[in-house]
């Protein structure tokens, strides 16, 4: 049974830093994407960043490029989203996923999710 779990949620000032952790378990997830998407309240789920866990090949939405970086270590089965000089408008609950490396910032195409760590920022 695949199992995401996240951790490294918080509240931070503007400005500040957070990493955020996901490990996964159930399968081997060389021939996946690992994914991390945020939700804020009233909005549609949107992409943040992903990995293809085997070739390392990273993306990032445009709002988060520069400031956040995504990165997995393979003998701890773990992605983690180092998030820095965070916004109020980062505020929202993350969500890790794994899914098909054929599009990895499409949310459709991500199978499994966790069930999400709540970062807020203040300003």
């Known amino acids: 049974q695949v199992q995401l779990v996240e951790s490294g949620g918080g509240l931070v000032q503007a400005g500040g830093s957070l990493r955020l952790s996901c490990a996964a378990s159930g399968r081997t997830f060389s021939n996946y994407a690992m994914g991390w998407f945020r939700q804020a309240p009233g909005k549609e789920r949107e992409f943040v960043a992903a990995?293809?866990?085997?070739?390392?090949?990273?993306y990032y939405a445009d709002s988060v490029k520069g400031r956040f970086t995504i990165s997995r270590d393979n003998a701890k089965n773990t992605v983690y989203l180092q998030m820095s000089s965070l916004r109020p408008e980062d505020t929202a609950v993350y969500f890790c996923?794994?899914?098909?490396?054929?599009?990895?910032?499409?949310?459709?195409?991500?199978?499994?999710w966790g069930q999400g760590t709540q970062v807020t920022v203040s300003s």
């Open positions: 996923a794994a899914g098909s490396t054929l599009a990895p910032m499409s949310r459709r195409l991500y199978a499994y």
């Open positions: 990995i293809r866990w085997s070739a390392g090949n990273t």
